[in-house]
């Protein structure tokens, strides 16, 4: 079938499932996002606390992105602790959006050396029907677009958070697109069915102006050096499309 | 064309041959292209009068393989069947019928009196198909539990070439040491004597010629 | 912190190197006698060793696959490997590197010889310097080959990143901490095939297909030394063999 240029529910090789974002919607986080592609839902949620820099970055904030794969998703999800499926995804999600600086870790520093801003990113995936890598960027993207932080002023060695509300510092859009391969087949987003089957899947990250913020290929199968290539300009082309359905950039006061 | 390593030692990925032979084992074809599965020497043989191309690893596991000769040391007595240990990833069932031929109460017979743990048996792999494990048979000639001798171990490769010369070393082993010597398929043999000190002799001229002294 | 010049006016890396140069290799087969394979492999700053169990038996049963061998694979890095003490709890890195390093090594083994049997392969870093999974691949390809559990091939693994706008091979620790970005790759050179490719920091379309040259230069000299290591241990093993004959 796939050498027809068909796949099982009737998409062709390099259509993604229809996506819908919904933000905003957990009042109590400052930022959050409900994403579907397909059947696959996944929530993020944006929490910011007052915290130390790290000792190698002083006068920058701090994003840290933590993913899991809950029960609720999936039978085949058990309860426990983050396993390496949640890790890789937590940490791709993070490469992805740290590399690019999209967040801008420069704009969170309050008193450098000494405090700034933490930005939890929590994402619980609540329905697996494959693509979670990409489900879980989507949403912890959309989240921090969306996000909305107190300001604070510093007198001296004093903080003082104003109820004054202002977006966090955004300045990229990054789209992860997710390729899985099957025999000699590229598809674009797969699906829990078509993962059960595929070889391996390579994930890139792209920026707004078309570079590269990172890439992982996982499964246990190979790519070879020209079906890398050519999933790559897939991940290139469908980015641009993807990108249009994130929320815009937040506007600089 | 002809194999271009013959004798030769080959690597996983080695290129041996682009297929006018027959593949034999430790080998894989991609195109029309053979090439090494695993570090081994490259022997060509012929078989039903076909050349076949092989190659012979220098090291790996014991995969039992239907028809075998092993030894196998007990490590478990369960309801019906001793659990035998043949050197292998897999572990072999060896069943009560092998060793009693009517049926037998076992609340009345002590198993242990009969095979215990950690006892010697050399016996024949009569099944084996991957998704089950093992099945061993006693019931052959020179087959049985081994009442007394020496165990030794080498790997299952270096065995096969020691199995080219079974009967001659069989031969020296009985005339040099009067030892009998029973070489399984697993990687192991027994040397039998009439004392231990003429097996430990036996037993060190196999391993020097194992060493290539 | 000030972040140091990585690259000398001549266009020269702070170790000498140029741009395309691997840092110095070697690789011992078979150092640890319990072990069925093991490689000890030096890198620049790297010291890996790595110990491969297998096939063997599988316990809990109900763990084994019906119709292949299960790969396991634990990368860790000792507490004194790096400059501030690492705690020696699994981190999430180690549990990423875990699980890629096992994809990037299990496409090489011929899995369905050895139905309901587990291959272990475990890696320790007793000194990191930049690359350390890329290391790790590459001697634990050797280890398994030495452990003789067959494959397609070796698996030789290395780095490539960005310092200072220009692409450069094999990073040492100090480019990959202060440089633009970081893609490891891993190949089975005989089937053209990518087992491993991540990237962290920006690439351009154009950086990362020359990346992925430079990427395929370099282990192209890794696979070197790995069949060379192999075929230096195992010469002397078949010395034996063929003694047999006289």
Not at chain 3, 88 to 98: C, M, N, V, Y
Request: proline fraction near 6%.
């Amino acid at each position: 079938m796939l050498k027809r240029g068909e796949r099982l529910d009737g998409r062709k090789l390099d259509q993604v499932r229809e996506i819908s974002i919904e933000t905003n919607f957990i009042e109590k986080a400052e930022g959050s996002a409900l994403v579907r592609i397909g059947k696959t839902m996944v929530v993020a949620g944006v929490k910011l606390s007052l915290g130390s820099p790290f000792p190698d970055a002083p006068d920058k904030g701090v994003i840290i992105v933590n993913t899991e794969l809950i029960p609720i998703a999936s039978p085949v999800f058990e309860p426990g602790p983050p396993g390496e499926e949640d890790v890789e995804i937590a940490r791709v999600v993070d490469r992805g959006i740290r590399s690019s600086n999209a967040l801008d870790l420069s704009k969170l520093s309050i008193i450098p050396g000494k405090r700034c801003w933490i930005v939890y990113v929590d994402i619980y995936a609540l329905n697996h029907d494959g693509n979670l890598m990409d489900a879980c960027a989507l949403a912890a993207v959309s989240a921090l677009l969306t996000a909305k932080k107190k300001r604070v002023s510093v007198e001296g060695d004093s903080i003082k958070i104003v109820e004054e509300e202002e977006p966090l510092p955004m300045k990229d859009r990054p789209v992860f697109i997710t390729i899985g391969k099957i025999g000699d087949n590229l598809i674009v987003d797969p699906n829990y069915e078509e993962e059960l089957i595929m070889d391996s899947r390579i994930t890139f990250a792209i920026t707004e102006d078309g570079k590269i913020s990172a890439i992982q290929k996982g499964e246990a199968g190979y790519l070879t050096c020209e079906e890398v290539i050519n999933a790559s300009e897939l991940a290139f082309r469908i980015s641009k499309e993807i990108r249009k359905l994130l929320p815009a950039l937040p506007k600089v006061s | 064309m002809g194999p271009k390593f013959r004798r030769k030692l080959v690597l996983p990925g080695d290129l041996v041959s682009t297929g006018h032979y027959f593949m034999g084992y430790g080998l894989y074809k991609v195109n029309r292209k053979v090439y090494a599965k695993r570090i081994g020497i490259v022997e060509l043989s012929e078989v039903s009068g076909k050349k076949v191309i092989e190659v012979v690893p220098i090291k790996g596991v014991y995969i039992p393989k239907e028809g075998d000769l092993v030894i196998g040391k007990v490590i478990d007595i369960g309801i019906g069947h001793w659990l035998i240990d043949i050197n292998s990833p897999y572990t072999a069932v060896l069943p009560l019928s092998e060793l009693f031929p009517r049926p037998i109460d076992v609340s009345r017979v002590d198993l242990t009196e009969h095979l215990n743990v950690g006892d010697l048996i050399v016996a024949r792999v009569i099944a084996f198909d991957l998704t089950r494990d093992p099945l061993l048979t006693l019931k052959e000639s020179k087959l049985g539990k081994v009442t007394r001798g020496s165990l030794l171990e080498l790997t299952p490769s270096y065995l096969k070439e020691l199995i080219k010369y079974k009967k001659d070393l069989v031969k020296l082993i009985n005339e040099r040491y009067g030892c009998n010597l029973v070489i399984g398929e697993n990687g192991r043999m027994v040397i039998m004597g009439k004392d231990v000190s003429q097996e430990i002799e036996a037993i060190k001229l196999i391993k020097s010629l194992s060493r290539g002294k | 912190m000030e972040k140091p010049s990585l690259l000398t006016p001549e266009g020269l890396r702070l170790d000498g190197r140029k741009f395309d140069e691997l840092r110095p290799l070697k690789i011992e087969v078979g150092i640890l006698d319990n072990a069925d394979g093991s490689a000890y492999l030096e890198q620049g700053g790297n010291k890996v060793i790595v110990a491969v169990y297998g096939p063997r038996e599988l316990h809990p049963k109900h763990l084994s696959l019906p119709n292949r061998a299960l790969i396991r694979t634990r990368y860790h890095m000792t507490p004194f490997s790096v400059e501030e003490r690492k705690n020696p709890a699994p981190s999430r890195r180690e549990i990423e590197l875990s699980k890629v390093i096992r994809e990037a090594l299990e496409p090489s083994i011929f899995v369905n010889e050895y139905p309901r049997t587990a291959i272990d392969i475990f890696i320790e870093v007793l000194q990191a310097d930049g690359g350390t999974r890329c290391a790790s691949i590459t001697a634990a390809s050797v280890a398994l080959a030495d452990a003789g559990i067959p494959l397609r091939d070796l698996v030789a693994a290395v780095a490539v990143g960005k310092v200072e706008g220009r692409l450069v091979l094999d990073l040492n620790h100090l480019e990959d901490q202060y440089g633009e970005g970081d893609m490891p790759v891993a190949m089975m050179p005989v089937l053209n095939a990518v087992t491993l490719l991540q990237a962290d920091g920006l690439f351009t379309p154009r950086e990362f297909k020359e990346g992925l040259e430079l990427a395929k230069k370099g282990i192209m000299e890794v696979y070197k030394v790995q069949r060379e290591a192999l075929r230096k241990r195992y010469a002397r093993l078949i010395k034996g063999a063929r003694s047999l004959e006289e």
